[in-house]
């Protein structure tokens, strides 16, 4: 009992980092349980997908979705577990209703128009969360940033039949 009221005690619930689940996923919470300060050198990085000089926001979104769900993601599924996952990453949709028009700022900066924002209103946004300051060779023995481009670029080849459909606009 002392520990279920520790755990209840150090719960952090935002619902921009744990969204009510959808239809048929599960309701499992990732890192809901910190200490305050716990997590002092924390990098937080916020970041799409996009076709080179695409300015489809509806396309844009879901190839960022596309990615996330069948590269990125993580789905218990056949006795897999999280911890099979080379990279982790979550999601979330900067939206009109919660943001206004602040994530128009973002889309304008990689050369979105404002009618694709106002048709649209809502963006995905990949985030990944670094929780070491040392990722660079100067520090460890190997880079994490190129180890992921390269993994990236090895799953989008994988899954390069689902991206072009979303190219041309059949997903």
């Not at 002092?40 to 970041?47: A, G, K, L, M, R």
């Not at 990944?128 to 990722?135: A, E, F, Q, R």
């Not at 660079?136 to 989008?156: A, C, G, H, Q, S």
Request: aromatic letters at 12%.
């Amino acid at each position: 009992m002392r520990d279920k009221r520790m755990r209840e005690a150090i719960q952090t619930f935002a619902p921009y980092v744990f969204p009510e689940p959808k239809e048929g996923e599960p309701d499992e919470l990732i890192g809901s349980y910190i200490l305050e300060g716990s997590k002092p050198d924390i990098n937080i990085v916020n970041y799409v997908f996009n076709f080179e000089n695409n300015r489809d926001l509806e396309k844009m979104n879901r190839l960022t979705g596309c990615i996330e769900d069948e590269i990125l993601g993580f789905l218990p599924e056949n006795g897999k577990m999280i911890l099979d996952k080379t990279f982790i990453v979550s999601t979330t949709d900067f939206s009109y209703e919660e943001y206004k028009d602040s994530p128009f700022k973002f889309l304008k900066r990689i050369g979105f128009p404002r009618e694709e924002w106002e048709k649209v209103h809502k963006v995905k946004i990949v985030r990944s969360v670094i929780m070491s300051p040392y990722l660079t060779p100067d520090y460890v023995d190997e880079n994490y940033v190129e180890r992921f481009i390269k993994y990236l670029r090895e799953e989008i080849i994988k899954h390069s039949e689902q991206i072009l459909m979303i190219f041309k606009g059949l997903k």
